[in-house]
C-alpha cells in the first residue's frame, strides 16, 4: 500500500528552467513532508519540508508547495542547475514520527 | 566528518553466506534504521532501533538480525543469504522528522 506516490519516474528540464517533481499522498493524517535527493552511490539528502499548516516552504532555488485538498505536494527548483540531477523522494513520517515512507522516486535530469 | 558511516561499501558474496554490514552515527540521535532499497528503487524500511531498542520491524526474514551494541552503531547481520537479499543497504539516523542516511552498502549475492 503506497500512501505516498511519485507518478512520474523520470523529468528532464533544460539548464536554467523550472524542474517541478510532483507527489501525491493518501493519507490525510500526515502533517509533515520532506524531499530528499540522491546522487548515485549515495545516500539521500535532505533537501527541503513542509509541516501541513503552511501551503509553501521556501529555501533559495527550493520550493515546496502543499495542496492538502489534492493530497498533493510539488518541489520547484528555479533556476534549474546542471548539479540538480539527480533522484529525487518525497517522503512523509507515519507511526508517531517512528519511520518515514517514501515515494518512489523521480530521477531529474538538467540538459546544458 | 562523517555523520552517518557504513562499512563496507561494496559486498559481493556466494548464496548461502553469512555477512554483517557495520553503521555508526556521530549526531547523537537515538534513533537509527536499516533500509532496502530494491531493484525497483523503492526505499523500504526493515528495522528501527530507538537507544538500542528495537522499535520497528516491517516483517523482514529472519535470517536479518540487527545488533545495536549502543546507540551510535546498529548493525546489520544477514544469515544463509540468497540472491533476492541483492540490493542496496542504507542505514540512517532520525533527528526530529529528518533522517540522516549512510552512503550505502552494495551488497550483491551470486
Known amino acids: 500500500d503506497q500512501q505516498v506516490k511519485q507518478n512520474s519516474p523520470s523529468l528532464s528540464v533544460q539548464e536554467g528552467r523550472i524542474s517541478i517533481l510532483n507527489c501525491d499522498y493518501t493519507n490525510s493524517m500526515f502533517d509533515y513532508f520532506l524531499w530528499y535527493k540522491k546522487y548515485p552511490a549515495e545516500g539521500p539528502t535532505f533537501l527541503i519540508s513542509i509541516s501541513s499548516i503552511k501551503d509553501k516552504n521556501e529555501d533559495g532555488r527550493f520550493t515546496v508547495f502543499l495542496n492538502k485538498s489534492a493530497k498533493h505536494l510539488s518541489l520547484h527548483i528555479v533556476p534549474s542547475q546542471p548539479g540538480d540531477s539527480a533522484v529525487y523522494f518525497c517522503?512523509?513520517?507515519?507511526?508517531?514520527?517512528?519511520?518515514?515512507?517514501f515515494g518512489q522516486g523521480t530521477r531529474l535530469t538538467i540538459n546544458p | 566528518d562523517t555523520a552517518v558511516s557504513q562499512t563496507p561499501k561494496y559486498l559481493v558474496t556466494q548464496m548461502g553466506n553469512d555477512k554483517s554490514i557495520k553503521c555508526e552515527q556521530n549526531l547523537g540521535h537515538d534513533t537509527m534504521y536499516w533500509y532496502k532499497q530494491d531493484s525497483k528503487k523503492f526505499l523500504k524500511i526493515m528495522f528501527s532501533y530507538n537507544n538500542k531498542e528495537l522499535i520497528i520491524n516491517e516483517t523482514v526474514p529472519n535470517r536479518f538480525s540487527p545488533k545495536s551494541p549502543d546507540k551510535a552503531h546498529l548493525n546489520l547481520h544477514i544469515n544463509s543469504l540468497e540472491l533476492g537479499d541483492s540490493a542496496v543497504y542504507f542505514c540512517a539516523s532520525m533527528g526530529g522528522y529528518e533522517q540522516y542516511f549512510g552512503p550505502g552498502t552494495r551488497l550483491t549475492v551470486t
Open positions: 517522503a512523509a513520517p507515519v507511526q508517531g514520527a517512528q519511520k518515514l515512507v
